[in-house]
């Protein structure tokens, strides 16, 4: 799932409190490093430091297989291309999301069946059940904000109807659900690192990770125009490599994404002790693994929250105001009715919340939203 930068996202100049902060930092020297390693060595797409990324990226994610691709879009809808899923088949997915989870769907021809969401704002397993019918082919959800969906019931869903589980995993870098972690639970998990997520690069990139090495094996060739050598090509792949600078620089920065968990998970708590008794109800955290991508909250007035925020400095942003289904490209999709995340739409927004962030800014955005007063 990706997700575009907003302008205020990178104006290092804006008063108050950004909403996120790309500037380099306890990273650089090694990010630098890696950029002018990656220039001496004249070697730009498919070499040694795809290879080197992939091998580590896999064991941070605790899977056998790690395959880089272009986009976190390009990730999911090879996952779906590798395992056969086209026209005619349906993939149950949520309503609440970047409209890229749904759209690689129809990349590969299927069908995407939006079902409503639980209050961690991920899929509903009972609404998945329900959903269920001869055409579907996979369940693909999204661990929204960084939090896990309900992958055990989700799964013993798929087990019953034999279904593939496909994770987007593109907000969930190092998230674990039941200490599992993402992206090993179901048959594959698609990743972005694009530069907002936990673990981004400087620019686009994705990948997958999988224990299946014969899907890790067709998804490396699809990702590169389905050759199985220089030449010959046996499937009808696409071309979507990540560059060796782009892997090289998240080496670099993947031996930091701990600390920076660990420093999101810290940053989350205090806003949730911080807003206790507001006007705001946070998104409840029901998996200890959140990597809190973002904090998001419920406001029964966002736009007047917002500008009372804005007064004061301080920036937020809505992730995301339209259901997947309300979008027009998804207009002839016929989606069920999905009430909560509708409701969901017109109230979430997201608090400033990223590694460098200080404390004492969390406490300065908690204590301005105690001074909202919502219109009655």
């Known amino acids: 799932m990706t997700q575009t930068i907003e302008s205020s996202e990178h104006d290092s100049t ?39 990324f992939e091998a580590e990226f896999a ?28 026209p005619g088949d349906e993939v149950i ?34 609404a998945v059940a329900a959903a269920v019918n001869s055409r579907t082919r996979a369940i693909l959800p999204v ?90 090509h046996v499937d009808a ?15 670099a920065r993947l031996s930091h994404l701990p600390s920076w968990t660990a420093r999101r998970r810290a940053l989350a708590a205090l806003y949730r002790s911080s807003l206790t008794g507001s006007s705001v109800t946070p998104v409840p955290e029901r998996d200890a693994g959140h990597v809190y991508h973002l904090f998001v909250v419920q406001a029964d007035d966002r736009p007047a929250l917002q500008r009372h925020l804005r007064a004061r400095g301080i920036e937020t942003l809505v992730h995301y105001p339209i259901p997947i289904p309300r979008q027009p490209v998804f207009a002839s999709e016929h989606a069920a009715p999905c009430p909560r995340a509708d409701a969901a739409c017109d109230r979430v927004l997201s608090l400033p919340l990223h590694p460098s962030l200080a404390e004492a800014d969390v406490r300065r955005v908690s204590a301005a939203i105690a001074d909202f007063r919502p219109q009655s």
């Open 14 to 52: 804006a008063p108050g409190v950004p909403f996120a902060s790309l500037a380099l930092g306890e990273d650089s020297a090694a990010v630098r490093a890696a950029i002018d390693r990656v220039i001496a060595s004249g070697w730009f797409v498919l070499g040694p430091e795809v290879e080197a």
């Open 59 to 86: 064991l941070a994610c605790g899977a056998e297989h790690a395959v880089s691709v272009a986009n976190g879009t390009d990730a999911i809808a090879l996952i779906l291309k590798a395992l056969g899923i086209g």
């Open 93 to 126: 997915t949520t309503p609440i999301s970047a409209a890229f989870t749904a759209l690689a769907v129809l990349m590969v021809g299927a069908r995407p069946v939006f079902v409503d969401v639980d209050d961690r704002l991920t899929l509903d397993p009972a």
């Open 143 to 232: 661990h929204l904000y960084g939090q896990p969906a309900a992958m055990a019931a989700i799964e013993e869903i798929a087990s019953r109807h034999h279904l593939a589980v496909i994770e987007d995993c593109c907000q969930a870098h190092l998230a674990t659900s039941g200490g599992r972690p993402v992206g090993t639970i179901g048959v594959a998990g698609a990743f972005s690192f694009y530069p907002t997520k936990n673990l981004g690069a400087l620019g686009d990139g994705g990948a997958i990770v999988t224990r299946d090495r014969a899907l890790a094996d067709r998804v490396r060739r699809l990702r590169n125009g389905g050759q199985s050598e220089r030449y010959c």
């Open 237 to 251: 792949g696409v071309n979507s490599r990540l560059d060796e600078l782009q892997a090289a620089i998240l080496r």
